[in-house]
C-alpha cells in the first residue's frame, strides 16, 4: 500500500471504527515520508493510547519516532525523561545531551541539561567533558577538575580533556599542577604559547616569582631555537605590563635585553628594578641596578636623585664607586683648571693629546704649534719620552735648540718683573684656553666611543658638548636630506623646559638644510634671521637668541646635525668652532663603531644556540678592535677560557651533556659581559672574549667575576661545578705598528698562555707579557 492510500484508508477508518495503538502506528510509518505533520498526528495519537494502557516501552519507541520528525528541544526532553523512567540511563544520557546541545544552538542555558546527562551517565568520558566544560563555563573550577580528575587519572590522554583539566587548574590557581600538562600541549602544537604566557602571568600574580621565571627561561630556548627570540621579548614585555611587578621576572628581562643589544629597553628595565629593590629596602641590589643603568646611560634623567637615596644605605667604598659614574662636568673642569698652571706631566700629556688628535686628521701646521710649545716648556723632553718623539716624526718636526744646553721650562723660585708677568699673561691664558677645550675632545672622544648604540652616543654629545661649552640648548640629530630625523636628542639647562617634538624636528631640518649648504651656520639674531622664517615658532618655544649649527658629515653623505642654542646673543668665537666641528668628526666615528658592533652581533656570525659569536669572525673583529684602540689610545685584553679537553668531557658526561653546558656558558656570558665586548665559540669546549678598553689587570678582575657566575653552571645530574683553566694577553698598542701584526703577535700569545694554564690543572689562570716591546712589525 503507497503513502497516498494509506493516508485516505486511515481517515477512513479513523472516522467510523477506533483503530488501535499498532495499526496507529503502522499508518504513521507508511505517512513518515509524504506527510509527517499527519504521522507525528498518528504517533500522538498511539501515544495516548499507549500510556492509558501502560505500554511504557512501546511509548519510548514512539517517542524517539516523533523525534525523528520534529527534533525539538521539548521532544528530545520526553524521550531522555521516558528513559530515565525505564532505567534507560544510557539513552537517557544521550538525549540530555542532544537537548543541551540544541539549547546552547539556541542562544539558551545548557547547564542543566549537560548535568542531567552526566548524572544518568557518567562513566562516559563524552558526558563527563560536556559537563565539566559546562562548569567551568560557569567558573566552578573546583567542581570541575572533581569531575575531569578521575578520567585523566586512569590513563584518559585525549586532547580535548587535557585541556580542559589544564585550565580548570590554571582557574583554579593550581599553577604548579598545570604546568606540565600544559608544556606538554605546547610542545605538541607551539600555537598553543599564549597558554603558557598566560600560565607565567598567572604565576606571577600568585606570587610564584622563581617558578614564572623558570618557565619563562625554557620557553625563551624554545622559542629562540624556532628563530623567534624578538617576538618571545615582545611577549614579555606584555606580561611584565599586565601583571604584578617581580623583581625575578625583570631581572630575567634585563638579561634578555642586554643579550640583544637594546641598551635603552635594558636601562629602563634596569631603573624599574631599582624602584622596587629600594620599596623592599634592598639597597644592596638597587646599587647594582643602579650601577649597571649608568654604565648604559649615565645622563639619564633623575640618577643623582637615584645616588641620594642610597646614601648611607650602602657600604661608603660601594657608594663612591657607584658615584664616580656621575662625576659632574663642572668638577671635571675644575680639575683641569687646578692642573693645568702647574704645567708638570699633566700639561704634558695635555699637550700631547692635542697634537696626536691634531695629527690623526691632517691638522699638521697646528700640530707642530702644540709641538712648539711642548719644546719650549719641556726642551729635550723627546729624549726621554719615546711618545713624544714618535709625535715629532709623525708631524715632520725637528726640534731645535739655539745652545748646548736649554733652560730649563721654569724656575720654581723665580720672580717675573712687572713687565714679564704682563707680556706672559694674555699669551699665557689663551694657551690654557686652548688646552682646555681640545682635552675636552679627548674626554669627550673617550665617552663616546664607550657607548653601545647610536642613541647613547647622541645623548653624550649633547650633555657633555651642551654642558662643557655652556649652551642653553644643544641638540643632536641622525636625518638624512629630505626625510624626518631618526633620532633626536636634546640637552637643556636648568630652567628651560624641554622642547616639543614639532618643535625640534621643524628647526633639526631647517638648520640640516642650511648646513648642507653653507657648512656650518652661525646666527646671532635668530629670531630676526630670514632664513628661519618658517620656523620662528620653534625658535620662539626653544627660547632661542643665537645659534651655531655643524652638519654630521661621514664622507660624501649628510647623516645629521649637530646645534648649540643660547637663549642669550653670543658670538661664537673661531677657535670653540674649530673644536667643536673636530668633536663632530668623533661623533660620527663613535656612530659608525656602535653601528658595525651591532650589526656583527646581529648577523648569523652569532651561534643561535650559545648566543656567541662565531670563531669565523675572531679575527676580523679583534683586528677591528685592535684599530678603535689605536684610535683611541686604549688597550685590547683576549681572554681564552678552557672548561677541560673535549675528548675527555666527552667521555665523563657525554656529548649531549657537555654540549649543554658550552650552551648554558656561552648564555651566561652573552648576558653578562659589557656591551663593548665580543665573546666567541673558540673551540668545542673553549671561549674566547675580546675585552676592549681593558689591561691585565681589569682582565684578572673580569675572571673571577665570570667565575663566580659559573658557580651556578652544572653537569646534568651532577652537583659538580665547572671549572676552567684560563690565558690571557695584553696587545702591545704602538701608533707605528701595524694592527694586523699587533692581532698576530697577541692571539699566539693567548693561546701559549692558555696551553701554559692547561698544563698547570683546571683552575689556574696565566697572563702572558710580551717577550719584547717590539714584539709587532712596524708598519
Known amino acids: 500500500m503507497d503513502a497516498t492510500r494509506a493516508s485516505l484508508t486511515y481517515k477512513k477508518l479513523a472516522r467510523y471504527t477506533n483503530p488501535s495503538w499498532e495499526q496507529k502506528v503502522r499508518f504513521g510509518q507508511l505517512l513518515e515520508h ?5 504521522a507525528v498526528g498518528t504517533f500522538e495519537n498511539a501515544l495516548e493510547d499507549l500510556h492509558k494502557h501502560g505500554r511504557k516501552e512501546e511509548s519510548l519507541l514512539v517517542l524517539r519516532r516523533i523525534v525523528d520528525l520534529e527534533p525539538t528541544q521539548s521532544n528530545h526532553l520526553r524521550v531522555a525523561e521516558a528513559s530515565t523512567e525505564l532505567g534507560e540511563h544510557v539513552l537517557a544520557a544521550q538525549f540530555f545531551l542532544k537537548l543541551a546541545d540544541i539549547t546552547e544552538a539556541a542562544g539558551g542555558n545548557a547547564a542543566q541539561w549537560f548535568e542531567r546527562a552526566y548524572s544518568e551517565n557518567p562513566t562516559d568520558p563524552k558526558n563527563a567533558i560536556a559537563y565539566g566544560k559546562s562548569l567551568l563555563g560557569q567558573g566552578e573550577a573546583g567542581a ?5 580528575e578521575p578520567m585523566v587519572q586512569s590513563g584518559n590522554t585525549s586532547a580535548d580533556l587535557r585541556d580542559l583539566y589544564a585550565q580548570a587548574l590554571l582557574a583554579a590557581g593550581r599553577c604548579l599542577d598545570c604546568e606540565p600538562l600544559i608544556w606538554q600541549m605546547f610542545e605538541q602544537n607551539p600555537a598553543r604559547m599564549h597558554q603558557v604566557v598566560n600560565l607565567i602571568g598567572k604565576m606571577l600574580d600568585a606570587e610564584l616569582d622563581v617558578e614564572a621565571v623558570a618557565l619563562s627561561r625554557k620557553l625563551e630556548v624554545f622559542q629562540r631555537r624556532r628563530g623567534e627570540r624578538r617576538s618571545f621579548i615582545t611577549t614579555m614585555q606584555e606580561v611584565v605590563a599586565s601583571h604584578r611587578q617581580s623583581t625575578d621576572l625583570l631581572e630575567f628581562l634585563a638579561e634578555l635585553y642586554n643579550a640583544s643589544n637594546r641598551e635603552s629597553d635594558y636601562a629602563q628595565v634596569l631603573l624599574k628594578l631599582f624602584d622596587l629593590y629600594c620599596t623592599k629596602h634592598d639597597y644592596q641590589r638597587a646599587g647594582e641596578c643602579l650601577d ?3 654604565e648604559v646611560d649615565p645622563y639619564e634623567p633623575g640618577h643623582q636623585k637615584r645616588l641620594e637615596a642610597l646614601r648611607g644605605k ?5 657608594f663612591n664607586v657607584i658615584a664616580s659614574r656621575f662625576t659632574p662636568v663642572k668638577k671635571a673642569e675644575q680639575a683641569i683648571k687646578v692642573e693645568e698652571p702647574t704645567l708638570g706631566a699633566a700639561a704634558l700629556q695635555d699637550l700631547m693629546l692635542q697634537a696626536e ?5 691632517g691638522m699638521k701646521s697646528k700640530a707642530v704649534e702644540r709641538l712648539q710649545r711642548i719644546q719650549e716648556l719641556f726642551p729635550r723632553e723627546e729624549e726621554r719620552n719615546q711618545e713624544l718623539q714618535r709625535l715629532y716624526i709623525a708631524a715632520g718636526m725637528q726640534p731645535q735648540y ?3 744646553l736649554a733652560p730649563p721650562a721654569a724656575v720654581p723660585n723665580a720672580q717675573p718683573t712687572p713687565q714679564t708677568g704682563q707680556a706672559a699673561s694674555a699669551p699665557a691664558t689663551h694657551e690654557a684656553g686652548e688646552v682646555s677645550s681640545l682635552t675636552k675632545v679627548a674626554e669627550i672622544t673617550r665617552k663616546l666611543y664607550h657607548q653601545g648604540n647610536a642613541e647613547g652616543v647622541l645623548k653624550t654629545t649633547v650633555s657633555e658638548v651642551g654642558g662643557n661649552w655652556h649652551a642653553s640648548r644643544c641638540i643632536a640629530a641622525l636625518r638624512k636630506p629630505g626625510l624626518s630625523p631618526s633620532s633626536v636628542q636634546e640637552y637643556h639647562v636648568d630652567g628651560l623646559i624641554p622642547g616639543s617634538s614639532a618643535a625640534l624636528v621643524s628647526l633639526v631640518e631647517t638648520l640640516q638644510d642650511l648646513a648642507v649648504a653653507r657648512g656650518t651656520v652661525t646666527i646671532s639674531e635668530a629670531g630676526k634671521a630670514p632664513e628661519l622664517l618658517a620656523v620662528r ?3 620662539e618655544e626653544l627660547q632661542i637668541e643665537s645659534l651655531l649649527a655643524l652638519p654630521l658629515v661621514d664622507g660624501n653623505d649628510n647623516l645629521g646635525v649637530l646645534i648649540l642654542a643660547q637663549n642669550t646673543s653670543r658670538a661664537w668665537k673661531s677657535g670653540e668652532i674649530v673644536v667643536i666641528k673636530t668633536l663632530s668628526d668623533q661623533v660620527m666615528i663613535a656612530l659608525n663603531n656602535a653601528g658595525l658592533r651591532r650589526l656583527v652581533k646581529n648577523l648569523s656570525v652569532t651561534d643561535e644556540k650559545s648566543g656567541l659569536l662565531k670563531r669565523v669572525s675572531y679575527l676580523d673583529l679583534l683586528q677591528a678592535e685592535t684599530r678603535r684602540g689605536l684610535q683611541q689610545g686604549t688597550t685590547v685584553t683576549v681572554l681564552l677560557m678552557q672548561f677541560g679537553r673535549r675528548s675527555a668531557l666527552i667521555k665523563e658526561h657525554g656529548e649531549q651533556a657537555v654540549e649543554s653546558v658550552m650552551e648554558q656558558i656561552g648564555q651566561l656570558f652573552s648576558a653578562n659581559i659589557r656591551t663593548n665586548d665580543l665573546a666567541f665559540r673558540y673551540e668545542a669546549t673553549t671561549v674566547a672574549l675580546i675585552l676592549g678598553d681593558t689591561g691585565e689587570k681589569e682582565a684578572l678582575l673580569a675572571v673571577e667575576k665570570l667565575r663566580r657566575l659559573l658557580s651556578e653552571v652544572r653537569y646534568p645530574g651532577k652537583n659538580q661545578t665547572v671549572e676552567f683553566s684560563a690565558g690571557l694577553a695584553q696587545a702591545v698598542m704602538r701608533q707605528h705598528f701595524d694592527p694586523v701584526d699587533i692581532v698576530t703577535e697577541v692571539v699566539n700569545r693567548a693561546d701559549q698562555a692558555l696551553e701554559q ?10 697572563s702572558m707579557a710580551p717577550q719584547f716591546a717590539a714584539s709587532a712589525a712596524v708598519a
Do not use: P, T
Not at 34 to 38: D, F, P, Q, R, Y
Not at 144 to 148: D, N, S, V
Not at 357 to 361: D, M, W
Open 34 to 38: 509524504s506527510n509527517k505533520k499527519l
Open 357 to 361: 688628535i691634531l695629527v690623526q686628521y
Open 144 to 148: 570541575a577538575i572533581f569531575i575531569f
Open 537 to 539: 615658532g620653534a625658535i
Open 314 to 318: 650602602i657600604d661608603d667604598q660601594r
Open 402 to 404: 739655539s745652545g748646548a
Open 292 to 294: 649597571r643603568a649608568a
Open 757 to 766: 694554564a692547561a698544563g698547570q690543572g683546571l683552575g689556574k689562570v696565566v
